[in-house]
């Protein structure tokens, strides 16, 4: 399983027009968690914020086919 296709999965959805081009979820508490693919092979940009979209965690990772997104539970 590909990072995207466990993104997926784990209900995050492709936003082009909202949220340029990141995979979105919103959690039960409102946290929206986003992430975008990074310039460099397996970097990806993850967000956590607010709804009223304020930044709580910015973090780049770099992940593989075994990993896991940051849950959005």
Do not use: R
Request: proline residues 1%.
């Amino acid at each position: 399983m590909t990072f995207i296709d466990a993104l997926i999965a784990a209900g995050y959805v492709y936003d082009e027009e909202d949220y340029d081009g990141c995979y979105v979820k919103q959690d039960s508490e409102g946290f929206i968690h986003c992430y975008q693919e990074g310039e460099d092979e397996g970097e990806w940009n993850y967000v956590k914020m607010t709804e009223d979209f304020d930044v709580i965690t910015e973090v780049t990772v770099n992940v593989d086919d075994n990993c896991t997104p940051n849950s959005a539970l």
